[in-house]
């Protein structure tokens, strides 16, 4: 009875293999839960466990399929190319359409590489598991540090409504933005004819991140502006 409790080797090897994947999908998730992200701590932790569970199934299939051993041979490959074609829908929730902007790519990646390591956790790569964590980890935090260095271009629409009378035409306003240091593309042109007013939209590029802010103080300063929008794009 005493032997049937005690533990194998196997099953220590079993042990560890799951805590290391347990480990390495907090460590991913807490990076993620920090910056306010829908799924982070706990739901990293459980898809990387997942999947090293799932593995386990086949890589110690000897122990489930004893009777028939040297007649059934299981692929351990198509165990994992199952994980990451399901938790490809797991990734796809957290993707989020919010008008123009689209929110949520980076934590569906951290999902899917997660689900990886935890492929490596289960299969007993622990080195290659322990590299993968501390990159991924500064993938998703000391990029984000560089990333914020780059000089990049940042893109907008802007949508804007006159009030009736006035006399802004459309080169004082490119005139205005182009001022602001915004370079402008696809200008749409509207008139309703219900309140008589011209209504504006178009997108904006800017390299100046701080240019949105200033034209919206801006137009709050002018009598002529009944109302706009200035909505980002990007994750």
Request: proline share 3%; charged share 20%.
């Amino acid at each position: 009875m005493l032997d049937a409790l005690t533990p194998s080797a196997d099953d220590l090897e079993m042990l560890a293999r799951l805590l290391a994947a347990l480990v390495a999908g907090a460590l991913i998730g807490y990076e993620r839960s920090y910056h306010g992200r829908p799924a982070g701590f706990r739901t990293h932790a459980i898809v990387c466990t997942a999947s090293s569970l799932l593995m386990l199934v086949t890589v110690y299939e000897s122990h489930w399929v004893r009777a028939t051993a040297d007649l059934v041979r299981l692929d351990p490959t198509r165990m994992a190319q199952g994980i990451m074609t399901g938790i490809g829908f797991l990734g796809a929730g957290v993707i989020v359409k919010e008008g123009l902007s689209v929110r949520g790519l980076t934590t569906a990646a951290s999902i899917w590489i997660t689900a990886a390591i935890g492929i490596l956790a289960g299969v007993g790569f622990y080195f290659p598991l322990v590299v993968s964590v501390v990159l991924t980890i500064v993938m998703l935090s000391v990029f984000r540090w560089i990333e914020a260095l780059m000089p990049t271009q940042a893109y907008y629409h802007f949508e804007v409504r006159f009030a009736r009378g006035s006399d802004i035409t459309e080169a004082a306003l490119r005139t205005l933005l182009e001022g602001h240091g915004f370079s402008i593309a696809h200008f749409s042109y509207r008139y309703d004819a219900q309140d008589r007013v011209r209504r504006h939209g178009m997108v904006l590029r800017t390299s100046d991140r701080t240019s949105a802010a200033r034209l919206s103080q801006r137009l709050e300063a002018s009598d002529a502006v009944v109302e706009y929008r200035i909505t980002p794009f990007g994750d």
